[in-house]
């Protein structure tokens, strides 16, 4: 868990992400708009909270339209980030 926070707070692209998936499935390009972080970011950070299982890809064999949606590590990391116990 402590992993999970340390990874969202060294980056403010991150934790932009994750906020924005927070509890919907968006696709990369909903989050892009969301954040307005360039779409090729999005794919890298995605990919890097997908490694630290923090989200997860609800349709990997898709090339288009992915739907990503938080883990439940992830979601435990927003909340206390949120609480402000980390």
Do not use: W
């Not at 997860?56 to 909340?79: F, H, P, Q, S, V």
Request: aromatic letters at 4%; a positive charge; proline letters at 2%.
């Amino acid at each position: 868990m402590i992993d999970a926070i340390s990874l969202l707070k060294s980056s403010e692209y991150r934790l932009k992400i994750i906020q924005a998936i927070g509890n919907d499935t968006p696709t990369p390009s909903e989050i892009a708009d969301r954040t307005k972080i360039r779409l090729n970011h999005v794919s890298m950070f995605l990919k890097e909270l997908k490694e630290n299982d923090m989200v997860k890809c609800l349709n990997e064999g898709t090339r288009k339209g992915r739907l990503y949606e938080l883990t439940e590590l992830g979601k435990n990391a927003i909340k206390r980030l949120k609480q402000n116990k980390i």
